[in-house]
């Protein structure tokens, strides 16, 4: 079983920059590729980026791909994701995930873990 809680959303203005982070507790967090998903009002969930348990591998979404950056530190048992020149169609719930010794899916279903998501809201 693994916890997972985000934190870091708010409400920021276009072009500024915000860093979420996904704190776990739980099982070996090492273990776990951390996937980070988003979802805007009315629309479905959709994937962002994640971070494999073994090598640190990145994956991005186009969309965000040399906008927002994922990295772990797992002597913490924390997944950051850092937000830059954020957009007000990046508004949405953030949420973190956990797949234990995925190869980094962009598909919810392959995730077992779920964060409870933080609102990032960003203003024109």
């Known amino acids: 079983q693994v916890h997972l809680v985000e934190s870091g959303g708010g409400l920021v203005q276009a072009g500024g920059s915000l860093r979420l982070s996904c704190a776990a507790s739980?099982?070996?967090?090492?273990?776990?590729?951390v996937g980070w998903f988003r979802q805007a009002s009315g629309k479905e969930r959709e994937f962002v980026g994640c971070?494999?348990?073994?090598?640190?591998?990145?994956y991005y979404a186009d969309s965000v791909k040399g906008q927002f950056t994922i990295s772990r530190d797992n002597e913490k048992n924390a997944v950051y994701l850092q937000m830059n020149s954020l957009k007000p169609e990046d508004t949405a719930v953030y949420y973190c995930?956990?797949?234990?010794?995925?190869?980094?899916?962009?598909?919810?279903?392959?995730?077992?873990?779920w964060g409870q998501g933080t609102q990032v809201t960003v203003s024109s």
């Open positions: 739980g099982r070996t967090f090492s273990d776990y590729t």
């Open positions: 971070i494999t348990w073994s090598g640190g591998r990145t």
């Open positions: 995930s956990a797949d234990r010794y995925g190869d980094g899916s962009e598909y919810p279903i392959d995730y077992d873990y």
